[in-house]
């Protein structure tokens, strides 16, 4: 069964360095969603991609944060300048279309 | 975006059947129902969806009256590992913007 793939599991980072976490959505899917999840609470969505440009995002994806698809499979989320409170799990997600998005395993985000 | 509520927890027994009931009163005539399950340390996973009666895969069925103002997710003779997160989404899946909110969620909790 195809799944969307993070990597890396865990990234530990310090306070004001960038990060990338990437993924490798579905191979036949069109739409790429970044969402959240800080420890103890509820998944928050950061961002949504189609055609090569970003559709929607949230209050959260300020501009600290940016999203690329730099080639055919991969689907990136960049931090520039980390900071405590970015700490979270950050799960990628992929659709064909309307109806059931696809998460990933996720990737934990420690910044220290 | 229609606001759910629906119960912070749950418990059940093995082979029991567990129905989790989520309010949604001022639900959009473009809405549909969807319900994800989260396990600790994972992404969201697609259970189910639907906009009105009922809808049944392998897996659940979902309930959902004719005013659709709730909807009643039901997981028959649950087991242990069905110990998750579960979560009750309503939104419009017909925009370009498919980003899913996600609630608080219920805990559900199978006991031996």
Same mark, same amino acid.
């Given at each position: ?14 306070? =004001? &360095? @960038?990060?990338?976490? +990437?993924?490798? #959505? ?38 600290q944060?940016?999203?690329? +698809?730099?080639? =055919? ?6 931090i !520039? ?23 990933? %395993? ?7 | ?5 629906? #119960?912070?927890?749950?418990d059940?027994?093995? =082979?029991? @059947? ?19 399950? &989260?396990?600790?340390?994972?992404? %969201? !996973? ?21 005013? +659709? ?21 309503? =939104? ?17 909790t199978?006991?031996?």
């Amino acid at each position: 069964e195809p799944e969307v793939t993070q990597t890396p599991s865990h990234q530990v980072t310090q306070m =004001g &360095q @960038e990060v990338i976490l +990437r993924c490798v #959505p579905i191979s036949n899917h069109l739409y790429f969603y970044w969402y959240r999840q800080i420890l103890g609470q509820k998944v928050e969505f950061l961002v949504s991609f189609y055609n090569n440009e970003i559709s929607e995002k949230s209050e959260i994806f300020d501009d600290q944060f940016s999203v690329e +698809r730099p080639d =055919g499979s991969n689907f990136t989320l960049k931090i !520039r300048s980390t900071k405590l409170e970015d700490s979270a799990m950050y799960f990628c997600a992929s659709s064909a279309g309307i109806g059931e998005q696809f998460f990933g %395993p996720g990737t934990r985000l420690t910044v220290l | 975006l229609a606001k759910t509520t629906q #119960p912070i927890s749950m418990d059940s027994y093995e =082979g029991q @059947e567990v129905n989790i009931t989520c309010s949604h009163n001022n639900i959009a005539t473009n809405d549909y129902i969807t319900w994800y399950q &989260q396990f600790p340390s994972q992404g %969201p !996973r697609f259970i189910i969806q639907g906009y009105k009666t009922k809808v049944t895969n392998e897996v659940a069925s979902l309930f959902i009256p004719a005013d +659709r103002k709730s909807s009643t997710l039901s997981l028959p003779r649950v087991s242990l590992s069905d110990t998750a997160v579960y979560y009750c989404l309503v =939104g419009d899946l017909s925009g370009s913007a498919r980003q899913l909110t996600f609630g608080s969620g219920t805990q559900l909790t199978v006991l031996p």
